[in-house]
């Protein structure tokens, strides 16, 4: 019975990460994004009030402007009222970190310069082609996120005392690639978790061949997934559903064909698809 709890939460783990960094997240933040009223309080509008003067970042000001980090939020509360209990300021602070949190902007891990932050959007769109949100995504987390971090915890906590390389390196390398895609710094945090993990059950002795079966099971089946959902035209339940079976396909062949021979299969028949 703990064998079956602990494959479905690596699967869950796995999944809800994947569909994260699909396009299905656009849909599921805006879900979350109403689950707690936000209507401003005298709280919420002394956390912004950097933003309310200065403007900074528009809807990325909460990167920038000094007052979002967990630590500032609690000295921008704590600062808000004179006789205010401090039970009323822990109320205040997580409902304020709450009601943030629900949105896609979410909250910073630190406070980034704005200036350093354009200098480096612009290189990774000049040099690279990537945008300047995955840039604040992969510094921010939101609720969905956080959601997916937690679980991937679980999944780690379940094997634990593990030695199986092959679900080590699965759950590493999927949730790495899902990280990045995605642009979610806590999932990326777990997938090195899991390796360091792995690294000191197996008397430290950490090779690609020794876990390149997971690896490729999971790096391969993450990616294939991804990609899909993104290039797949039309409604995005065709995107999911196409780009689960490919990723079953390429996961379970994964350890016996290359990547190079996975990924020109892949992109042959995402053109036979598109021309259909």
């Known amino acids: 019975m703990k064998q079956v709890k602990s494959k479905i939460i690596n699967k869950t783990s796995i999944w809800y990460n994947n569909l994260l960094a699909s396009d299905l997240h656009h849909s ?7 689950l707690i009223d936000d209507t401003p309080t005298i709280y919420d509008k002394a956390i912004d009030k950097n933003y309310i003067l200065t403007h900074i ?7 920038f402007d000094g007052s979002h980090t967990p630590h500032q939020m609690w000295e921008k509360v704590k600062e808000t009222l004179p006789d205010d209990s401090r039970l009323e300021e822990i109320k205040a602070y997580f409902f304020s970190m709450a009601k ?13 310069s704005k200036e350093g932050f354009d200098k480096t959007a612009k290189y990774l769109k000049d040099t690279y082609g990537i945008p300047s949100n995955w840039l604040y995504d992969i510094q921010t987390i939101n609720l969905a996120e956080l959601l ?5 915890m679980f999944a780690i906590l379940f094997h634990w005392n593990k030695k199986d390389k092959e679900i080590f390196g699965d759950i590493a390398s999927s949730l790495m690639v899902s990280g990045l895609i995605g642009g979610n710094p806590l999932v990326i945090i777990a997938s090195l978790v899991t390796m360091a993990r ?30 899909t959902v993104y290039l797949i035209s039309g409604p995005l339940w065709i995107g999911l559903v196409t780009g689960l ?13 290359t990547f190079k021979q996975i990924s020109s299969w892949f992109i042959l028949n995402l053109k036979k698809m598109k021309a259909a």
Do not use: C, M
């Open 57 to 63: 970042g528009s809807w990325k000001h909460r990167l």
């Open 245 to 257: 079976v490919v990723s079953i396909i390429a996961r379970k062949y994964a350890g016996k064909i």
């Open 148 to 152: 997916g971090s937690l679980i991937s």
């Open 28 to 34: 599921f933040e805006k879900w979350v994004g109403k």
């Open 100 to 112: 943030d949190l629900q949105t896609p902007a979410g909250l910073p891990i630190y406070t980034a």
């Open 198 to 227: 792995a690294y000191n059950l197996n008397n430290k002795k950490f090779t690609y061949n020794s876990f390149r079966t997971g690896i490729k099971k999971g790096g391969i089946g993450t990616g294939v997934f991804i990609s």
